[in-house]
């Protein structure tokens, strides 16, 4: 049902200062009721207050501020901005309403009055970072690469070394096509932010500008989803400002997504606060407090969850990885079990108790589970890759190699399997050995993917063969391009010694 | 005063957009005045309402679906509609909607005035239940006779077209009844062994019985988005020639991270003669699979610099258009994205790459307020140059709508971008955008030319309304229609690009597939000024074959046959 808040106290106000109080209409229907609470009790707090018989024109101002700030927070976004308008008016010395106004109008699609709202803001406070960066982000993203060139002309004098603001540089200049100058100031941005991971994205696009592609494929590599911002405490402000659950909830999971688990673990707890008997805001806390290495807490959480709802898979899923991680196998094991009772299908699980299995020294029962995580294209691989591992645990060789037959008639293309499958033509006992077939392949992937691990395979199959010299050489380039990856080099070198130190060198 | 700069429109408001678009835009902006489309929907016979089965659980396919066809499965020269139907999430039952197909009695003669369509779907024994998502068109049997696939949120259908407008299910014989949760589907001969084949892509793992309570900013319940969910692999099923596909997603593709697909194209990206598939994925990385001679795809879209946007996010992908809209020889690709975040053109350079050009070329700030999904490139206008379309839907309550009590409040009004001359795009503002201006919660769109008139037309399913039939009402005075054929069947030409040079080559690909979710019309069409003469054409058919035609008589369509 149709409702606005605070009708009655917008009546009856005789407004000796402030003539009449106006909130916006909004229908809290549907609301979390924490929200709808906050929201009534906040808008009379501020309505009450405009009924004062001394308010100045700022004072007044500052309460439709407020009351646009609590719309913002919530999404209410119309509402937000008609509040800044009237707070703009009412005191055009304020600096946070035409700057929030303006982030309201972008997030509702009406970039020229973003613009003009950032342009009356910046004329209060024109060094305000986060607003100056906005300007020339919605500039650009009008297609008026003049206009934001002069907004970041200003930014680029001030010799800013905050590398939210070299960051912003150099998409900038990536932008106008100067590669070069895009380079030197993501470099920079990333160097003082290295978790600032989506900058190794333009980072590589320039150096494939460039023509670098080798560089421009490394920082690809490495490009993720963290960002970076520049200090914006007016919009923190609004961060501050609800007490529900569900924003929270709503903003952890943005942070967990992007990788930010200090600040998941944050919104998590404060979704917990407001709803103490949530269990989605513990499922999801517990997983940030995993990420962060607080694994006690996680588990503490997760244990209270499953007190509640016994079936809650995902905590299940969650316990019995932790507890496994801790070394309680017997315990992770049960909760597995639990788990796939109530949801037989879960081929994730299947792998994951197949492997706990292995470890546990069962591997009949491992094997039952590995059979069906086969059977899903999602977990086909891993479960091949771990069939095979505790097989030749086994000694059962050929079985082994029947599933490295399986997973290369599956996955022909994919290195990891054509190594693992050559690794055992190379090393399998009597008539399964097939060391040529072993170098050939190996060779092949090589030339693909030219990784330690290929070049360690081919080293592998010409040690088969004998050819112990040739496997020395390769050992050593295995050796060379781990150093290059950072990888440990002990087990290669080590295996390298060996070979050169033996007369025959067949494994 | 239109003749030097480009243009933008907010708010009425009109001003110049950039030194760039200032530069290029030699050729006069977009008449203001205009019609685009008009509705003939009430005229022509099609009746559909579209059923997402909402109840206020806020399952999450009700709000992706649905797609439509423009597809002559009866060989008469007309093209016939297919329209997908959702029902309800939890299953539907006897008398529970079902598609609807709907014959094309066109009578070329009498002009566009005799448009009419007959609701076929009994005789045509193409009842499709379940939950419907979209439609893919190609001729699996070599028959000449084009054969349907419906994806849905549930098992997959084909339907084998037997010629004489009917149809018979053979899914399970096929191989092709993938029971999962598919959008987009596209035909296309990856191998060039002379069958279509099949790539299939799949959304979310989205189960009824487990659904999660997801909710908007202001608390209120909201549908879900797919980071709530785990994506699904897409498939790619072999055609093997007799009747039967093999899922030869692993040796093909390899193991890779699966996305929530909704939108597909199958082209040649980097023009090495074999069609790449180009897939959107919704909040997460899109795929580029650079087909390697017909043995195996190699993923490489985030450095071929299509797998995220400029600023290196992944976008919610929906829809996708790909052509050559700068004519410059290679394929480009428009990619349409949720409210909040602009849509994406991504411009071919060659061996450099992709580069994201989508605010110097004006569709940045305008779509970022519309979540878009159907989309195509088309010559509206009719002066050569490739014009955009996105029809529009929310995906997530409209605070703005929910607050004026709207019971359905997704709704959003199409966008149309004009063309200047391949260089840049300008709105076309609401007003003059004709019944692109109508809210509706637009989902797929099938394009092509409806009435034989030369121009393109649009079969729109609006999701929870009724499905729209929009018709460029212009007559085209300069044009060539084609329609490619080959083998004993005349099959369809899937996958031939035709080269017509009028003074420019322009370079076309024969396809059914792109927009979201929709299958369209394969035949091409060209349209030149009065400055501009046609003078040769050249076919590349799927197979590499090149074959120099005559320029045939224009203002009509004529089937070009391949050589033997």
Redesign the interface.
């Known amino acids: 049902m ?1 409702n606005v808040l605070l009708a009655a106290c917008l009546m009856i106000g005789t407004a000796t200062a402030a003539e009449s109080f106006l909130v916006p ?3 809290p229907t ?3 009721p924490a ?1 709808a609470q906050q929201i009534a009790e906040f808008l009379a707090d501020l309505s009450g207050q405009a009924m004062a018989a001394d308010l100045m024109a700022a004072e007044e101002a500052e309460l439709y501020g407020q009351a646009g700030r609590l719309f913002q927070a ?5 509402q937000a901005v008609e509040s800044y308008q009237r707070g703009a008016l009412l005191d055009p010395s304020q600096f946070a309403w035409p700057y929030l106004a303006a982030l309201a109008y ?8 973003a613009i003009n709202s950032l342009r009356i803001a910046l004329a209060i406070r024109p060094a305000y970072s986060a607003a100056v960066l906005r300007l020339a982000a ?1 500039y ?7 206009a934001a060139s002069l907004v970041m002309r200003s930014v680029e004098q001030s010799g800013s070394k905050d590398p939210a603001v070299l960051a912003a540089l150099g ?1 900038h200049a ?2 106008l096509g100067q590669p070069e100058k895009a380079v030197a100031y993501l470099e920079q941005a990333v160097a003082g932010v290295p978790q600032a991971t ?5 980072l ?2 320039a150096y ?2 460039l023509g670098d592609r080798p560089k ?2 490394d920082y ?1 590599a490495r ?1 993720g ?1 963290v ?1 970076i911002s520049p200090a914006d405490p007016e919009l923190a402000v609004l961060d501050e400002i609800t007490t ?4 929270h ?2 903003s952890g ?1 943005k942070a967990y ?1 992007a990788g930010d688990f200090a600040a998941a673990r944050g919104y998590f707890q404060r979704a917990l606060a407001a709803n103490p008997d949530s269990v989605r805001a513990r499922v999801n806390l517990a997983a940030a407090e995993a990420e962060s290495g607080n694994v006690d807490q996680a588990i503490a959480q997760l244990e209270v969850v499953l007190g509640a709802e016994p079936d809650n898979v995902a905590s299940l899923f969650n316990l019995a990885t932790l507890e496994w991680g801790r070394g309680r196998l017997e315990r992770a094991d049960q909760l597995f079990g639990r788990l796939l009772t109530l949801q037989p299908t879960d081929t994730r699980a299947h792998l994951e108790r197949a492997r706990l299995l292995i470890q546990l020294n069962r591997p009949e029962d491992a094997q039952l589970h590995l059979t069906t995580a086969k059977g899903d ?2 977990t ?2 891993q479960a091949a890759l771990t069939e095979i591992e505790m097989l030749l645990d086994q000694n059962r060789v050929q079985q082994a190699m029947s599933t490295a037959d399986e997973a290369r ?6 290195s990891e399997v054509a190594l693992t499958h050559a690794n055992l033509m190379a090393t399998a006992p009597g008539g399964l050995r097939d060391s040529d077939g072993a170098l050939e392949l190996a060779r092949r992937v090589f030339e693909f993917d030219p990784s330690p691990a290929a070049a360690e395979s081919v080293a592998l199959a010409l040690a088969s063969l004998d050819r112990c010299s040739e496997s020395v050489q390769w050992l050593t380039r295995a050796i060379e391009l781990a150093g290059q990856s950072g990888l440990d080099t002990a087990r290669l070198a080590g295996m390298r010694s060996r070979i050169e130190a033996s007369q025959t060198c067949r494994p | 005063m239109f003749g030097r700069f480009c243009y933008i429109f907010y708010d009425g408001q009109m001003r110049r957009i950039s030194a760039l678009c200032a530069a290029a835009a030699v050729h006069a902006a977009y008449p203001i005045h205009a019609q685009t489309l008009i509705d003939a929907t009430d005229a022509s016979g099609i009746e559909f309402v579209h059923q997402t089965g909402a109840t206020g659980a806020f399952y999450f396919p009700e709000i992706t679906g649905s797609g439509a066809g423009l597809v002559d499965w009866d060989n008469d020269g007309d093209l016939d509609a297919y329209l997908v139907q959702s029902g309800s999430v939890t299953g539907n039952s006897d008398g529970s909607p079902v598609d609807q197909l709907f014959r094309n009695d066109l009578d070329a003669g009498d002009g566009p005035g005799s448009l009419r369509f007959a609701r076929v779907t009994e005789e045509s024994r193409a009842t499709v239940a379940g939950y419907g998502m979209g439609v893919a068109a190609g001729d699996i049997d070599n028959d000449g006779l084009t054969d349907l696939y419906v994806t849905q949120y549930g098992r997959n259908v084909m339907l084998r077209n037997l010629g004489g407008g009917r149809f018979a299910d053979v899914s399970a014989e096929s191989g092709t009844d993938i029971g999962d949760w598919s959008t987009s589907a596209t035909f296309f001969d990856y191998d060039r062994d002379g069958w279509l084949d099949l790539f299939v892509v799949n959304y979310v793992a989205f189960s009824a019985k487990e659904n999660p309570s997801c909710y908007a900013a202001t608390s209120r319940r909201d549908y879900c988005g797919p980071s709530d969910f785990e994506p699904r692999p897409d498939r790619l099923l072999r055609n093997l020639g007799n009747g039967r596909f093999q899922d030869v997603t692993l040796p093909a593709l390899g193991e890779h991270r699966a996305g929530p697909g909704l939108g597909v194209v199958a082209t040649d990206l980097n023009q090495d003669g074999w069609l790449d598939l180009y897939v959107a994925n919704d909040g997460e990385h899109n795929h580029l699979w650079l087909n390697h001679q017909g043995l195996r795809f190699q993923e490489d879209a985030l450095f071929a610099g299509v797998a995220v946007n400029q600023r290196g996010v992944a976008e919610a992908g929906m829809g996708v258009a790909a052509a050559d809209f700068d004519e410059d020889g290679d394929v480009d690709l428009f990619v349409t994205h949720l409210m909040g975040e602009t849509n994406t053109l991504y411009r071919n350079d060659g061996d450099a790459g992709f580069l994201d050009v989508t605010a110097p070329t004006g569709l940045g700030a305008v779509s970022r307020g519309y979540t878009g999904w159907a989309t195509r490139w088309l010559d509206l206008d009719l002066d050569g140059w490739l014009d955009l379309v996105s029809f529009n839907g929310a995906v997530r309550v409209l605070e703005t709508q929910a607050q004026t009590g709207d019971p359905y409040p997704f709704r959003q009004r199409n966008q149309l971008f004009i063309s200047q001359a391949g260089q840049s795009f300008v709105e076309v503002p609401a007003a003059e955008s004709g019944a692109l201006g109508q809210l509706a919660s637009s989902r797929g769109a099938a394009f092509g030319d409806v009435d034989n008139d030369g121009d393109v037309d649009v079969l729109l399913n609006n999701g929870n309304d009724r499905a729209r039939l929009l018709l460029n009402p212009r007559t085209p005075r300069r044009w060539l229609g084609l329609r490619l054929v080959s083998g004993e069947g005349d099959q369809p030409g899937a996958g031939a690009v035709l080269s017509f040079d009028r003074g420019r080559p322009q370079h076309r690909q024969v396809r059914a597939d792109g927009s979201y979710a929709s299958a369209n019309d394969p035949r091409l069409l060209f349209h030149w000024t009065s400055g501009q003469q046609p003078q040769s054409l050249e076919i590349i058919w799927a197979d590499g074959t090149r074959q120099s035609v005559g320029v045939p008589a224009t203002g009509r369509y004529t089937t070009l046959r391949r050589e033997p």
């Open positions: 149709k209409e909004f229908d549907g609301l979390e929200v919530y999404g209410f976004l119309s972008s997030d509702l699609g009406q970039q020229q009055a919605i650009r993203d009008l297609g008026d690469l003049a998409e990536l932008a989506r900058l190794n994205y333009l590589g696009q494939r500008s421009a494929r690809l490009a989803d960002g529900g659950e569900i924003l909830l709503l999971r997504r294209l999602v086909f691989k008639s599956l996955l022909p293309a994919d």
